[in-house]
Each structure stands twice: as C-alpha cells, then as structure tokens.
C-alpha cells in the first residue's frame, strides 16, 4: 500500500510560479513511477507529467513543455511538480499519482494504481 500526501497548491496570477510537492510513504520509493495527472470543472483528468524510477526520465504533455518540470527526491521520498508560467487554463486540481507495476512511465491514469487526494491550483487573470 503507498499512501501519497499533495501540497504547494493555492491561488497565483498569471504568469507567475507555484511548485507542487508529493509525499509518498508505504513502500520503497525508488521503486514506484510517478506522475502528476490535473482534473478541470467538467473535464476528464488528463496527464501532465511523469518520471521514471531510477534514471529520472521525464516525459509531458505537450502543453506543459517548458512551462512545468518534474523531479523526484528519492531519498526524501518525494516528487515535485514545478510550474512556471502558469496560465488560467492551468486551474485544476493536480494529483500525484504512483505506479507500483510498470517499468516505464505511461500517460495513461489507468496505469496508476495509487492517487493522493488532489491539491487545488488556482490562476487567476
């Protein structure tokens, strides 16, 4: 069982920075993918970011490139999700998500089997 704990979420305007952090505990760290995923009123979650286990291999959503950058801390057990520039169609909740199976990151949510309870990001204009 892995249980993940977002925080770092809150209300920035246009333009500006936020960093989202991601504790995970329950099971070795090093060993789980992680990713950030990010739900909109009315809309499906969709994927942002993942990073793999031990090379820290990072993969986006096309509309995140250079805007937003994932990292991990293995030895603080935690993964950061970094937002630069933010727009107001950044508002979302983010989720950090954890996959205990695969070997290589995936931007599929079914493929995450672990999810923290969401952290609200809001950009205002």
């Known amino acids: 069982q892995v249980e993940l704990v977002e925080s770092g979420g809150g209300l920035v305007q246009a333009g500006g920075s936020m960093r989202l952090s991601c504790a995970a505990s329950g099971r070795t760290f090093s060993s789980l993918v992680m990713a950030w995923f990010r739900q909109a009123p009315g809309k499906e979650r969709e994927f942002v970011a993942s990073i793999s286990r031990y090379s820290g291999a990072t993969y986006y959503a096309d509309s995140m490139k250079g805007r937003f950058a994932i990292s991990r801390d293995n030895a603080k057990n935690t993964v950061y999700l970094q937002m630069n520039s933010l727009k107001p169609e950044d508002t979302a909740v983010y989720y950090c998500?954890?996959?205990?199976?695969?070997?290589?990151?995936?931007?599929?949510?079914?493929?995450?089997?672990?999810w923290g309870q969401g952290t609200q990001v809001t950009v205002s204009s």
């Open positions: 998500a954890a996959d205990s199976r695969g070997l290589v990151p995936s931007r599929t949510n079914r493929d995450y089997d672990y």
